[in-house]
């Protein structure tokens, strides 16, 4: 959690005038009590009103002073906790985007997205109450209490007796519940991220009939948190009435001792006012100090859940030479490449060895799970061979800038998203320059002009996560994001999967027939789709089964022709493809 400090350092000035204006106005309050003191010895006791009426307008002095101060204090402490909290929000941001694919697997997105927002909160309420009252509460409680024994010693040290059985009191409910403050954080995750998980999806739950099975999980989950928060509630709210019986308690012996030295003629009755005026600051101070410890360790624990996604450095290096050109004969090489996935026990990938020429158009075609989106997600490294090398025109593609390797390649994902904004805004994630001209080239060829125009053109509005879109116009405004940078190397993930044939082979058609002749990937479980490929690699379970044509695979490879004859009876051999 220190660490975290240094994103305070923009705001030096605001987290020293905020407790030192905080002082201020503890000072003027200390002086209250004096001034009431001196009203009843004073202007009471010799009837004197024009002395109460000046006493009275010092009162009123004071306690205006002590807002004004306290209004700036509260001003300096939110404007430096929102500040660090800006930064860091955005320093944890920056941190999260460099992670790999594997990192963010690791992480999971419920995760981050509690560090980004509850326990960023957290940490922002604990720095703002730190710099209120972390000094003021302390320096309130020992002020008092020295003017306690500036007013009577012997009074006074009713003042350091409450003190000890206050501060064991409620420092000892404190540390009692700190402990389960932090179950009941994690507890609350739990409830987050179900919900989370729940509100995303949301639709699939209604299509499996799963509600009630989900509110039944929901329910232990919130009950669990529930009970843990009922118990700390009881235990915390044992600390009112037991520091009230105290401080009754000493006021009370405070009065009795104040009474008999008032009557020895040692001490007068405005002592004895101002003594438990002191006693009812001292009080209300260690109560707040109490909560604001409480805060402050809650802050610290979120705080060094942030602190730890810090410091998880990621493993993704890239290089910051631009490589020198190597005139390679091939756009890709996959040389010997092994893929396995953190914490997983076996290879995703195991012995893929191809090369692809540039212009070529690759068909890769396997069961679930035999690993295509692995092979293509490790072209723009999405995820990093464990073993072997990947060249992109002749250069490993550890050797690029990461940026300069990405902006060769379109990658269409296996789920469409796109971005609240208008569809230009979407296609210009592609390239950022892109003309109107080159967007509807791009939308052309996705076989989403038509789209486009139904929609009113490119100014439409996109929901965010592309929601009033069907799957198969999403698709097709993934597909013309990618195309609209012409890259060198074109990945469609199973990205036709949600359109009809018909669109689907003229998509194929369109994309066969680009000016810029991208070197293409073509991901998919449908023999239609890659059946006209230059080449086709046939995974089987993580390794390579084939590698060839549709005519020799067919010969050949038995993987294919099992693909083949499942397909057969349900596909149309008529429909075009590559
Ligand atoms: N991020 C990941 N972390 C761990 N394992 C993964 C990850 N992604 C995929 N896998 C595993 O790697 C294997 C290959 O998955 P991959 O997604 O590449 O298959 P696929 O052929 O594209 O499947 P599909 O056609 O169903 O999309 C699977 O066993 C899968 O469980």
């Not at 296996?414 to 109107?436: C, E, H």
Request: net charge neutral; proline share 2%.
């Amino acid at each position: 959690m220190k660490k975290l400090l240094i994103y305070l350092k923009d705001y030096k000035k605001e987290s020293i005038l905020g407790p030192l204006f905080k002082l201020l106005e503890a000072s003027f309050e200390l002086l209250v009590p004096l001034v009431i003191a001196r009203i009843i010895d004073h202007g009471i006791r010799y009837a004197d009103t024009g002395y109460i009426f000046r006493m009275c307008l010092l009162l009123a002095a004071l306690g205006t002073i002590g807002l004004a101060c306290s209004i700036t204090a509260q001003y300096y402490a939110a404007k430096a906790a929102a500040g660090f909290a800006k930064n860091l929000r955005h320093a944890l941001f920056a941190h999260i985007q460099s992670f790999s694919y594997s990192e963010l697997d690791t992480l999971g997105t419920s995760t981050m997205i509690t560090r980004m927002t509850s326990d960023m909160n957290q940490v922002q309420s604990g720095v703002n109450l730190t710099l209120r009252l972390l000094l003021r509460s302390p320096f309130i409680v020992f002020g008092a209490m020295i003017m306690a024994f500036m007013l009577d010693v012997q009074s006074a040290l009713v003042f350091v007796a409450a003190i000890i059985f206050l501060s064991v009191v409620i420092f000892g409910i404190m540390l009692w519940c700190i402990p389960l403050y932090k179950k009941v954080q994690s507890k609350l995750d739990q409830v987050l991220r179900i919900t989370r998980e729940n509100l995303t999806g949301v639709r699939v739950i209604r299509a499996f009939c799963m509600e009630e099975d989900e509110i039944r999980k929901f329910e232990g989950c919130n009950e669990e948190l529930t009970q843990i928060q009922k118990y700390v509630g009881r235990i915390s709210a044992l600390m009112n009435p037991i520091t009230y019986i105290i401080i009754n308690l000493s006021i009370i012996w405070l009065i009795w001792t104040g009474a008999i030295r008032v009557n020895m003629g040692i001490i007068t009755q405005g002592t004895v006012v101002a003594l438990y005026n002191y006693m009812s600051q001292i009080l209300a101070e260690l109560v707040k100090l109490a909560n604001l410890i409480i805060t402050i360790n809650k802050s610290i624990a979120c705080g060094n859940r942030i602190q730890e996604i810090f410091e998880i450095s990621s493993d993704f290096t890239e290089s910051e030479h631009i490589p020198a050109p190597k005139n390679s004969l091939f756009m890709v090489e996959f040389n010997h490449v092994d893929l396995r996935y953190k914490n997983a026990g076996d290879n995703a990938l195991t012995d893929i060895n191809f090369k692809v020429r540039p212009g070529e158009i690759v068909g890769i075609i396997g069961g679930t799970g035999s690993g295509k989106s692995s092979l293509v997600n490790m072209i723009p490294r999405f995820y990093e061979a464990s073993a072997g090398d990947i060249l992109v025109d002749g250069i490993p593609v550890k050797e690029y800038p990461v940026n300069m390797l990405r902006d060769k390649i379109g990658v269409v994902p296996q789920k469409s998203i796109l971005f609240k904004g208008t569809i230009r805004s979407n296609m210009k994630w592609g390239k950022q320059n892109a003309t109107d001209e080159e967007i509807f080239q791009a939308l052309e060829i996705a076989q989403a002009k038509e789209v486009t125009e139904n929609k009113g053109g490119l100014d439409y509005m996109v929901d965010q996560g592309g929601k009033n879109l069907s799957g198969g116009q999403k698709q097709r405004f993934t597909i013309a994001r990618a195309l609209v940078r012409q890259p060198e190397i074109l990945i469609l993930d199973d990205s036709s999967s949600a359109l009809d044939f018909a669109t689907d082979a003229a998509l194929r058609k369109a994309i066969g027939t680009m000016e810029n002749r991208p070197t293409v990937f073509v991901v998919s479980q449908r023999i239609s789709s890659v059946k006209h490929c230059d080449q086709i690699i046939v995974l089987d379970d993580g390794a390579v089964a084939g590698i060839g044509t549709d005519k020799n695979l067919m010969q050949s490879c038995k993987v294919y022709q099992e693909i083949y004859a499942s397909q057969f009876r349900k596909e149309d051999s008529a429909h075009g493809g590559f």
